[in-house]
């Protein structure tokens, strides 16, 4: 009897173990991966971006404050202003550094993009001089305008900022 029982249970485990691979998780070569970097280590990974594939040679930062101070001193010329720039740029999009566009989804980003262009809009009408935003920035930059904030926050509140989700 226990042999019986024993082949049985052969046959009942047999049939009830998967012949095909579906419903199997696998890894394909075609698999990709991504790297995620805590904000912090931002200016040692531009710094490394910018010392391997871009051929300069910057010490390791302390802090981004420290790796600004180290970048702006670089370039002598606009040419190599310039081209420090566009290696920088390069490094920052490779590695998705200070994207606020990563962590938003496109549904979202379109909602922002929306709100903010009928903010600047409303902005102009009031007399502040402010540009469009763009898809790839959809944020409004106010940081280049003479007034004060004390001048801006009003005008801003009467244009509803704060009360949709502008603030953003």
């Known amino acids: 009897m ?7 249970f052969i046959l009942f ?18 698999t990709t991966t991504s790297l995620v970097i805590a904000e912090e280590d931002y200016p ?3 710094t ?13 930062p302390f802090d981004i404050q420290d790796l600004k ?7 002598n010329t606009k040419d190599e202003e310039s ?7 390069y490094c920052i999009n490779k590695y998705n550094l200070w994207s606020d566009s ?6 979202e980003l379109a909602k922002l993009y929306d709100e903010n262009l009928q903010l600047a809009k409303c902005l102009r009408e ?8 763009t898809q790839q920035e959809p944020k409004i930059d106010l940081s280049e305008l003479d007034k004060s904030k004390d001048e801006i926050v009003p005008v801003l509140k009467e244009c509803g900022y704060g009360e949709s989700g502008y603030e953003k």
Request: aromatic content about 2%.
């Open 44 to 46: 040692i990974v531009l």
């Open 69 to 75: 101070t180290t970048i702006s001193q670089l370039s």
């Open 126 to 133: 009031k007399g502040i001089n402010v540009s469009d935003p």
């Open 102 to 107: 990563s962590t938003l989804n496109p549904e």
């Open 2 to 8: 226990k042999k019986t029982d024993f082949l049985i």
């Open 83 to 89: 081209q420090l720039g566009e290696d920088v740029n």
């Open 48 to 60: 490394k971006c910018l010392n391997e594939e871009k051929g300069y040679n910057i010490a390791t």
């Open 13 to 30: 485990l047999n049939l009830c173990s998967a012949t095909s691979n579906e419903g199997v998780a696998s890894i394909s070569e075609s």
